[in-house]
């Protein structure tokens, strides 16, 4: 397994280049023993750990497959790439991983401002690429957008507010809470799925109120006046889709008030590794989604992968890293079940295809019809400050979840 | 615009407390910084763009003294000394290559600092965000003080940020040293005529204003968020403030800073949804009807 980091012009990519000009390689490339697959993410930067955790379990997961025999028959070779994050670059580095290093499948492993820009360069090559970053749920869920070769191996936007929204629900109702604030940094994914969460959470329980707003500006270093904002406005409990950085000032300065003591937060954002790690003081209490923990779904098999990962990298897993792995999975899985390792006929195995899977609530994991993933373990619980951090995890409904996104996708015109 | 909600908070003793104290916390954080970067352009007439840089390098210094020795106060320590050394290498060795040249030239080296020490902080720490903690010794639960509420942290960081205006305005106005550099900030050239070593003038300001940002950096470290780059919003309400108190005047950038506190203190609760325009609203009102700042001098 060979990777390339760097997106510098070498020899070997000019050669393909050319031979790519003279326009021979897919048929040389149908005969050879191994299968090249492309991965593209975001290795330096802000969320550099983000991409790095992606790659960690896209080596360790096809490690695994080559180790049992590779994909029908053929060994994979991993092709990573670095788009910095950048759109732009990111659909650039899919047209070369395809049209140059000579890959068969993609794994997109950008955020969604990538791989929309990635799927229209799938569109255009007709190759298969397993989206496993992205949450924006139009992806897979607009007909418009969707394309044949192109999956999603990734929680959904949607999913997640209906998880969410029905938690949020349930905690109020059982604490007599009606009274929310909500505090999210102001930019547009802070304000659309603010939105869409109130949605859901007034779904489950019309009463609630929204009493204060508060939108932080994103890394902003001080939210003494959101905190004491939110103070005066007294709210029973926060909404808050603050993450990373921003997240961690806040729930530091949350703590220097006792804020956490006088309102209950419910922050979907918090249940993953990297975050869990920086937070110095998580608030007793409050209630997180889970993105990715080693206790959730708490089975040996998922403790196992954990483990496993811990000791190979020195560092946790995320969401990005079980998202890959399943990607991976799925991969084998399609071939086994196409008996070739190829792309179009994969991609025709894919849906509705099951597999065992250890982030799958019940063990196993669905690839919908619509291209995007579902039954993988989803839940909210409550926070403490030491290890596992979410304790009491209550996992989604996936009957409840189709059926309200189903008619969030009629509302939308997507079906 | 809530009016109703400050009519509220203004009559109520609690949310007068609670506002108040973080106004004046907010507002001294900033004129640490700003306190710098005012004395080094009243002296200098530099506009030190790297500034915020100082404030990010402070933070991280703190951090890493935080982890190695487990005591805040060493991390305070190794923060402000640390950035009162960096100010004058930061003076000997690049902006002072530039006095007297044009303004762009020495934003080009400003700049080019701010660049360098993000990728800097990048390699050595990180570029995921990084968390100090709260010491154990502030881990406690905030005073009540009539119904509103006070963290006793917080308290610690007002009364180091007036100590430190106390012992600058004192320094500036009764000591031998404090008279060279107003002297200096007036006539340079008569300063140095009459024997006094301009050069370590300017690096010891440099050194004041180095360690004075870094303190800011370091002080809020256990509450902040450590990002490369960080410096650069702290930056951006620094020259609000310097430009509002008065370019190159320290009691005017600490009333400035206080003002700019109270305003986002109190105008989250009223007018929550732009707080940032009331902000620049003061300034500008202040730069129509008193052109060089609140405690600004006339430029002869």
């Known amino acids: ?415 | 615009m809530d009016l109703n909600a400050l009519a509220g908070c203004v009559s109520s003793s609690g949310c007068l407390v609670t506002q108040t104290s973080s106004g004046l916390i907010v507002g001294l954080l900033l004129f640490l910084v700003a306190a710098g970067l005012t004395l080094i352009f009243g002296v200098l007439k530099v506009v030190n763009f790297a500034h915020g840089t100082f404030y990010m390098l402070g933070a991280y210094f703190a951090l890493s003294t935080y982890q190695f020795t487990g005591s805040y106060l060493a991390a305070v320590a190794a923060g402000c000394v640390g950035m009162g050394l960096f100010g004058i290498a930061f003076e000997r060795f690049l902006i002072s290559r530039a006095y007297g040249t044009n303004v762009l030239m020495q934003l080009l080296i400003c700049y080019a600092v701010v660049l360098i020490f993000d990728d800097v902080v990048k390699m050595v720490w990180g570029a995921d965000f990084q968390s100090m903690g709260m010491p154990p010794a502030f881990q406690v639960p905030p005073y009540f003080i009539a119904g509103g509420i006070v963290p006793p942290f917080y308290l610690v960081l007002i009364g180091v940020a007036l100590a430190v205006a106390l012992v600058l305005g004192v320094a500036l106005a009764a000591t031998r040293a404090g008279k060279i550099v107003r002297a200096a900030a007036v006539n340079p050239e008569m300063v140095s005529v009459l024997g006094i070593n301009t050069t370590l003038l300017y690096a010891l300001v440099f050194a004041v204003g180095g360690g004075l940002a870094g303190l800011a950096g370091a002080l809020a470290a256990p509450v902040r968020s450590l990002t490369p780059g960080m410096g650069f919003s702290v930056l951006i309400e620094s020259f609000i403030v310097t430009v509002i108190g008065g370019m190159g005047s320290i009691a005017g950038s600490l009333i400035a800073a206080i003002l700019l506190g109270m305003i986002r203190s109190f105008g989250t609760i009223g007018f929550p949804l732009f707080t940032d325009e009331l902000i620049f609203g003061f300034m500008i009102v202040v730069l129509i009807t008193r052109p060089t700042g609140l405690f600004g001098r006339e430029v002869v």
């Open chain 1, 1 to 415: 397994m060979r990777t390339m980091d760097g997106s510098g012009l070498r020899r070997r990519t000019l050669l393909a280049g050319a031979a790519g000009a003279l326009a021979v390689p897919r048929i040389g490339r149908a005969q050879q023993n191994t299968v090249k697959v492309g991965m593209q993410s975001i290795i330096s930067g802000a969320i550099a750990l983000l991409g790095t955790s992606s790659r960690n379990a896209a080596q360790m997961a096809i490690e695994q497959v080559n180790a049992a025999g590779g994909l029908a028959g053929r060994k994979i070779e991993l092709v990573v790439r670095d788009s910095k994050g950048q759109p732009q670059e990111a659909a650039r580095i899919a047209r070369e991983l395809v049209n140059s290093d000579g890959c068969e499948i993609l794994l997109d492993a950008e955020a969604s401002s990538g791989a929309f820009a990635v799927q229209e360069v799938v569109r255009d090559l007709g190759v298969l690429c397993i989206h496993t970053a992205s949450e924006t749920s139009s992806l897979t869920a607009d007909p418009k957008i969707r394309v044949a070769t192109a999956f999603r191996c990734a929680r959904q936007g949607v999913q997640d507010a209906i998880v969410g929204g029905g938690y949020t629900a349930k905690q109020a109702t059982a604490r007599k809470m009606t009274r929310f604030a909500t505090c999210s940094p102001d930019y547009a994914y802070g304000r659309d799925t603010t939105k869409q969460y109130l949605d859901f959470i007034k779904h489950f329980k019309p009463d609630i109120q929204v009493i204060a707003e508060v939108w932080p500006k994103l890394g902003q270093p001080d939210f003494t006046d959101a905190i004491t904002r939110l103070i005066q406005a007294k709210p029973q409990a926060v909404f808050s889709l603050l993450y990373a950085g921003d997240l961690s000032s806040f729930v530091n300065q949350g703590n220097v008030y006792a804020l956490f003591t006088q309102v209950a937060m419910f922050n979907p954002n918090m249940g993953d590794y990297p975050v869990l790690n920086a937070i110095k003081a998580m608030p007793q209490g409050s209630y997180s989604g889970v993105r990715y923990l080693e206790t959730f779904p708490d089975t040996p098999r998922n403790k196992e992968w954990g483990e496993a990962y811990r000791k190979r990298f020195n560092e946790y897993p995320t969401n990005w890293s079980w998202q890959m792995a399943t990607a991976v999975a799925f991969l084998d899985a399609a071939a086994k079940k196409a008996g070739a390792a190829d792309g179009k006929k994969m991609a025709q195995a894919l849906p509705g295809l099951t597999i065992d899977s250890p982030f799958g609530v019940n063990g196993k994991i669905t690839m919908r019809e619509d291209h995007s993933i579902a039954d993988y373990a989803i839940g909210w619980g409550n926070t403490v400050p030491k290890p596992p951090y979410i304790v009491d995890i209550q996992p989604g409904d996936w009957g409840e979840i189709t059926e309200l996104e189903t008619e969030w996708k009629k509302k939308n015109g997507y079906v």
